[in-house]
């Protein structure tokens, strides 16, 4: 377990400049020498240990949705480099996650607990330098005066950077299975077990409901059965259906979960669930997507389509909790670790899940 030394400490406030994944635009990223993030009052400078890949700063920099240059990566764990003036809850040497947004708590969105909507929320408030994106794919990075006040969680002893990296992940989860809200004996289906379907299928197994989910790999398949799917199906498996209805007297899933972006995916979601069912749609990000669900499923059959994006401050020390403390066995989801001068295939493996792949993390300081 690596821990910060005070020479350590002094050593990294001589150092001037870092290694950084730079997104330049027009999909490219290249990793540069860059200066180390100057810190201000209030601020803190994070060494980055581990950054996980979201399939979300892919789309950005697959789509070229914003422009260069900036620094992606927000699923960031490290150790507090230095603080700046007027910072007593942080020291040098702390271990620590930093979530990149954090809401004002003052603002009509706020005030119906959607934070995600908030505009101050919508502010990134950690950077590796440039415009602020997250810059978790650097070896620091600059966490400003907002962030700092509620946007930090200390790991505890014994964890590693790569399962704490998983807090801001857990955190969107958790909040999306609050709006759906599965009770015990409740039958709960999950559609997609990449890394994020594999994290609602560990929480949805703590909620004593029945589960059954899909995939097209059978590797992962395999994983939800471990993590407490009663069983998991390809997609295209008229035997998933079936099972969904025997378990339920014919009538379909109480609570289902679209955690992957496929064609005619909702309207499966729709299929499979019972009158009156909640459909959690967490994977259409996607402006050009469309889906497609009879009218009458949701009318005639009282379903709730339902969304839900990124984390909710009310959630953090809980979801921080649940990595922590172990109950969600994150770090067994790992597949990939690449230093960051190997990014590249990090990001194009992410971007073409395979068999063996699910979460790829990025460790900046090998
Ligand atoms: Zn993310
Ligand atoms: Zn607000």
Redesign the pocket.
Known sequence: MPTADSSLVTAEKALSTMRAAVYKGVSVVAVESIPVPEIGRGEVLIRVESCGICPTDLKKISYNLLPGPRVFGHETAGVIAAVGAGVTQYAAGDRVIVFHHI?????F??GRKLYAQ????KKVGVTAGYEPAGGGFSQYVRVMDWIVERGIEKIPAGVSFDAASFVEPVNTCLKGMRQVDPQPGDVVAILGQGPVGLIFTMMAAQLGVRLVTTDTFETRRALARKFGAHESFDPRDTAFERTIKEMTEGRGADVVIVAASAKGIVEQAAAISRPGARILLFAQTSHQERIEVSGADICMGERTLCGSYSASVDLQAESAEMVFSGILPVEELVSHRYPLSEIHQGMERALHPDAESLKIIVQPQR
């Open positions: 809401p004002c708590g003052e603002c969105y706020c908030c505009p101050v929320y």
